[in-house]
């Protein structure tokens, strides 16, 4: 298998405005990520993908951007982000950027040209189209509800948005867009940076003619804009303007299943390095991302093992639970409460002994949980705003909605960073930008640090582990099937070394059954007393072991 800087270190992500305030705003800021790049560092991983951080009026926290070559006014200055990226490289870390090129905000200047008149040499940076028999151009509806259309009064016209109203979606069509995002990303790449996390790169094009799209459940009109006619061109275009620069790129790719993904990823003719696939993440869903159902142990294993299975030596797997637009990974697929330690140790477990990079959100690592706001008001995400809104409006009891707002909303994961059990968990001086979670007494980085049983050290183990042993990275995967229910056990193997892991993903007692093997060195436990030993291993709840053998 080909090696790769970013097959062998792990993804740490941060998301700027909830991670730490440095001064004093309520508002987290470049400073903040340079006061704790030590702390990144200590962890291990080996690269650091910041969220955007370019000039944005916050309709969507910065992937709305209205100037791609500027830091947002509440971040810092642009020699603070140099400086951040020198701290970076210097402590041997990489650092990649969010490439939100599928829309930039409705204040981005080439919008606010291309809306002032149908004649403007802006107007084809967009996606115009006029009303269709006194109606919208067709029933594409928007990730973040409603219609997909927007009629903009100055010119009588509608623009199309799959996000919020005010990020309009950019037209790829259009040569000089292609070429304004080429030199963006020369722009970047000339600063350092060392690759790009690419936002929802799989909707770049749309089908000609803006037809309508299939009546799905979730998303009206996705067959039309996911994985269109040209994204393969526009991709290439994208990797191409990378040429000369030895960086990973890891697509958003929403909307597309394993065999489209497998053609992104694909070593020889594919154009992203990895990519991010929804699977996972939407078993416990129903219609649409505030529709929480229960969990299909089976399928879940399943997902993971497909994947495994499907990109082994064919691509590489991107291995993730959350970030910023999932709930807290703990309270979703492990548990709040008593085991809460460690089953956040056990998901950690299933993540970083897969093969295929894994992504750490911030404060996933000490196992920061799903908060639960009091009211509405509390929320801030646009996406969940905007779904509250149009559940009243379709006569729905608000007190209804606001439990699936708790199990589902995209500020879960945005609650600021718990460093302390300090006034605002340490986050800065001032009341921040959201509410903290309030178990943050308990759940800090502070008390993390100092109990070598916690969540943190867990981590810094498992991290460390993936350089030890190139088996965690390189080793093949082949999944020891025939388990119950809740057990999901697994090999990789690289030559003579075998790594084995077991997992009790429950709360329930359970037995995971393996092979014979003589010299098994037991490398990390959810549980410190665990023993590997013969063949049917009794599992406590959400224990997890991983051990190696050389034979
Ligand atoms: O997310 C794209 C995306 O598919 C999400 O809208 C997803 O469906 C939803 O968040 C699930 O709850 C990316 C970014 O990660 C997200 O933060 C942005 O809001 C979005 O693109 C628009 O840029
Ligand atoms: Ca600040």
């Known amino acids: 298998m080909r090696q790769a800087w970013w097959k062998e270190a792990v993804v740490y992500q941060v998301y700027t405005r909830s991670f730490k305030d440095s001064n004093g705003d309520g508002i987290g800021d470049l400073g903040g990520v340079l006061e704790k790049l030590d702390y990144i560092a200590d962890l291990g991983v080996g690269i650091i993908w910041l969220n955007p951080i370019y000039r944005s009026p916050n309709d969507d926290n910065g992937y709305d951007i209205s100037d791609y070559r500027q830091i947002m006014n509440e971040f ?59 109606g919208l151009p067709n029933n594409w509806r928007s990730f973040f509800e409603g219609p997909a259309w927007e009629l903009d009064p100055a010119t009588g016209e509608y623009y199309l948005h799959l996000f919020s109203r005010r990020q309009p979606d950019l037209n790829w069509e259009n040569e000089r867009v292609r070429s304004e995002v080429r030199d963006i990303i020369r722009f970047w790449l000339e600063k350092g940076v060392d690759g790009f996390r690419m936002d929802v790169i799989n909707l770049l094009s749309k089908a000609p003619g803006l037809p309508d799209g299939t009546d799905f459940s979730s998303l009206t009109g996705h067959d039309q804009f996911a994985n269109g ?65 229960p969990l299909d142990l089976r399928a879940f294993k399943e997902s993971f093992a497909s994947w495994q299975r499907r990109l082994d030596g064919r691509g590489w797997n991107c291995l993730y639970l959350s970030n910023h637009d999932q709930p807290r990974q703990v309270s979703r697929f492990g548990e709040d409460g008593p085991n809460r330690s460690i089953s956040a140790k056990t998901l950690a477990t299933l993540l970083h002994t897969l093969q295929g990079t894994p992504f750490i959100m911030q404060g ?28 009243v409006a379709a006569g729905e009891d608000p007190a209804a909605i606001l439990p699936r707002i708790h199990a589902c ?14 006034p605002y968990a340490g986050f800065g001086s001032a009341e921040p930008w959201i509410g903290v979670n309030p178990d943050y007494t308990t759940v800090n980085v502070e008390s993390e640090l100092a109990d070598p049983d916690s969540v943190l050290q867990y981590y810094r183990r498992l991290i460390a582990l993936r350089k030890e042993h190139p088996v965690i990275v390189y ?38 059954v393996v092979p014979e093997e003589e010299d098994r060195r037991l490398l990390l436990a ?15 709840p959400w224990e997890a072991a991983v051990w190696i053998s050389e034979s």
């Open 76 to 134: 810092g200055t642009m020699r603070l982000f140099d400086e951040l990226l020198a701290a970076v490289h210097s402590r041997g870390m990489r650092l990649i950027m969010d490439l939100v090129v599928n829309h930039t905000s409705d204040e981005h200047e080439w919008f606010r040209r291309s809306r002032s008149s149908k004649e403007s040499e802006f107007r084809d940076y967009y996606i115009w189209h006029p009303g269709k028999e006194g």
């Open 229 to 293: 006619p040209r994204i393969s061109e526009y991709m290439r275009f994208v990797k191409d303007s990378m040429s000369g620069y030895d960086v990973m790129t890891v697509g958003e790719t929403t909307l597309a299943d394993l065999e489209t993904i497998a053609g992104y990823v694909n070593p020889e003719h594919g154009t992203v390095d990895m990519a991010i696939n929804f699977e996972q993440v939407s078993l416990d869903r129903g219609q649409g991302v505030f529709d929480p159902i």
């Open 364 to 391: 996933e690592e000490i196992g920061m949980t799903n908060v639960a706001f009091g009211g509405i008001d509390e929320y801030r995400d646009v996406a969940t705003l905007n779904y509250y809104r149009e559940r």
């Open 409 to 422: 909303s995209r500020d879960n994961a945005r609650t600021p960073v718990q460093w302390s059990a300090e």
């Open 475 to 512: 080793g093949d995967f082949s999944e020891l099937t025939d388990q119950e229910i809740p057990v999901f056990a697994f090999e990789r193997r690289l030559d003579a070394t075998v790594l084995t892991t077991v997992l009790n993903l429950s709360t329930t007692d359970a037995v995971a």
């Open 526 to 540: 959810s549980y410190a007393d665990f023993e590997p030993r013969g063949s049917r291993i009794p599992l406590r």
